[in-house]
């Protein structure tokens, strides 16, 4: 059975004197929360899948502009050699080029390997805000 998401949820039941009563309201309530959660639970699936798409186009986009990039680059790297070797051996002017450029990546790669540390993976916020609820929930059963 597939449930629409985005269906205007039908107006409420007005409930009927026999209905009225407390086991009336229960059943009721037990009844509709199941349809809620599974409505939320549809529309969160379809926010997902919705983000999803954006993030796989994005990740598309970008990924064509890194190879363009990498091309350019590639491109300006050989000009600074073809540049040096108007002052020096074609060869010199390359294995510059080449060390400046393994530095420079060397040292860019250190610096990314840094954002890995376990320690930015820790979900601080969350975990403060859960202590949070349990301690309130701690004060409030006491």
Known sequence: MSVD???KPAAPVE???DS?????LLRQLAREVPQLLSK????????????LNSLKAGTAAVAGGAVVVLAGLIILLLAAVY???LYLA???AALIVGAVTLIVGAVMLQSGKKQFEPSHFTPDKTLHAMQQDKDTLKRKTL
Request: net charge negative.
């Open 90 to 92: 074609p060869w010199l």
């Open 15 to 17: 409930p009927s004197l």
């Open 5 to 7: 998401p985005f269906e």
């Open 40 to 51: 939320e639970l549809a529309l969160a699936k379809a926010e997902l899948q919705q983000s």
């Open 83 to 85: 540049g040096l070797s």
């Open 20 to 24: 009225a009563s407390i086991g009336g």
